[in-house]
T-cell receptor
Framework: DAKTTQPTSMDCAEGRAANLPCNHS???????VYWYRQIHSQGPQYIIH???NNETNEMASLIITEDRKSSTLILPHATLRDTAVYYC??????????????FGTGTKLQVIP | EAQVTQNPRYLITVTGKKLTVTCSQN?????MSWYRQDPGLGLRQIYY???????DKGDVPEGYKVSRKEKRNFPLILESPSPNQTSLYFC?????????????FGPGTRLTVL
């Protein structure tokens, strides 16, 4: 799986959009971009994933650049409950191939009242 | 309720005393995986299983064993635990291996080896 680079920490005012960047410059054509978050020491929670196109669900939006070398997770209206560590990872599509999953150290998002 | 369960949630043990952490999922998932999480190092994959009887090493497999005799269960075995295996452990599963399927994580097992 491709390596990802994220800022160590970010702050966001409550009610504002939180934009979390991720760099994955060595991503392969068949690798998906995934975002998870972890609140305190709970199990990581899936947020969203995408391959090429931008994606949106009830939790967030994922914007992937055209060259796929970076992406941004957008939480449109951050709340205090969104304070967590956010992980960006990439995973290969091909189920017959390389299947290790590598999490980095993530971005610690602090939502401020 | 669809979930991944782990037992025990907390365990304190001594060096060399064999232990097993169980993981079970009720979603008929093919892919299961174990991670450990240590401060400053994020989550690191220990072992994964593509399906029953198919397992392979992750990034940090030393000192661990796994087995996948049934689809729903994926126990993590520490034959001779050492203090450097003190960590927070997570089990995860996904419908299939491959990038299109998100992983569901268990609640974690906090292990302390004295």
């Amino acid at each position: 799986d491709a390596k990802t680079t994220q800022p160590t920490s970010m702050d966001c005012a409550e009610g504002r959009a939180a934009n979390l960047p991720c760099n994955h410059s060595t991503i392969s054509g068949n690798e998906y971009v995934y975002w998870y978050r972890q609140i305190h020491s709970q199990g990581p929670q899936y947020i969203i994933h995408g391959l090429k196109n931008n994606e949106t669900n009830e939790m967030a939006s994922l914007i992937i650049t055209e060259d796929r070398k970076s992406s941004t997770l957008i939480l449109p209206h951050a709340t205090l409950r969104d304070t967590a560590v956010y992980y960006c990872i990439v995973r290969a599509f091909n189920s017959g191939g390389y299947q290790k999953v590598t999490f980095g150290t993530g971005t610690k998002l602090q939502v401020i009242p | 309720e669809a979930q991944v369960t782990q037992n025990p949630r907390y365990l304190i043990t001594v060096t060399g005393k064999k232990l097993t952490v169980t993981c079970s999922q009720n979603m008929n998932h093919e892919y299961m995986s174990w991670y450990r999480q240590d401060p400053g190092l994020g989550l690191r994959q220990i072992y994964y299983s593509m399906n029953v009887e198919v397992t392979d090493k992750g990034d940090v497999p030393e000192g661990y064993k796994v087995s996948r005799k049934e689809k729903r269960n994926f126990p993590l075995i520490l034959e001779s635990p050492s203090p450097n295996q003190t960590s927070l452990y997570f089990c995860a599963s996904s419908l299939k291996a491959g990038g299109a399927y998100e992983q569901f994580f268990g609640p974690g097992t906090r292990l302390t080896v004295l």
